[in-house]
């Protein structure tokens, strides 16, 4: 493969993996494509800069802009909104554990109720529910963890998948972690915070 073709290959993996983590930070794509050192990395960023858009947080994010969701068929636009820092977060699990399988608000229906984890993922074999918990209320992780055990209740995924997963919550703070972990007391669960993940 000569150069052109690699540096062709390389920029359609990055757009691919935008389409479907819709925003990446900097370091993110570093890290999710072994682009190399920081400067590597911002050469190619910039070299790819009219298929992608960007905003400056911590660390600048990048997304696919028209062009770019054009060139690899992509019909999902994305808008920068308060849920970007989760998506960021959601993120980062991903690079953490590297799952290999990993589907992003797959909604969870039974009887008339359901569940949208923020991603469900396979670690050693085994299914787990991710929530991100950055700056909602705990009144909304206590409703949601309500469901949890009302699902696990039902024995559903169980007949299907066979244990129920873990639930992994990441938080951003060691005081929300340890309500967090109060509130799933009973369940096979585990919580971290974002800086347990670095």
């Known amino acids: 493969m ?3 073709q690699a540096k062709v290959t390389r920029w359609l993996q990055i ?3 935008l389409d479907s983590h819709g925003f990446m930070t900097t370091s993110q794509l570093q890290r999710l494509h072994n682009l190399g050192g920081r400067r590597n990395t911002n050469r190619i960023l910039n070299d790819m800069n009219d298929l992608l858009s960007s905003f400056q947080l911590e660390e600048k994010v990048y997304y696919l802009s028209a062009k770019g969701r054009k060139e690899i068929g992509s019909t999902t636009t994305r808008r920068r909104t308060l849920h970007t820092q989760h998506t960021l977060l959601r993120n980062e699990v991903y690079l ?32 787990v529910f991710l929530e991100v918990d950055n700056t909602q209320a705990m009144t909304q992780n ?17 007949k299907k998948h066979g244990l129920f997963p873990t639930i992994l919550y990441v938080t951003i703070s060691e005081y ?6 109060a509130l799933l007391d009973g369940m ?11």
């Not at 206590?142 to 169980?158: C, D, G, H, V």
């Not at 929300?176 to 972990?181: A, D, E, Q, S, V």
């Open 2 to 4: 000569n150069l052109a």
């Open 15 to 17: 757009l691919t993996s």
């Open 176 to 181: 929300r972690k340890k309500n967090i972990r």
């Open 188 to 198: 096979k669960a585990e919580v971290i915070t974002y800086n347990d993940l670095k």
């Open 142 to 158: 206590e409703k949601k963890i309500a469901l949890y055990r009302e699902l696990r209740e039902t024995q559903i995924f169980q």
């Open 96 to 127: 953490h554990y590297h799952p290999e399988y990993w589907r992003v608000e797959f909604p969870i229906k039974w009887a008339d109720k359901a569940i949208i984890p923020d991603a469900i993922f396979k670690r050693d074999g085994q299914f």
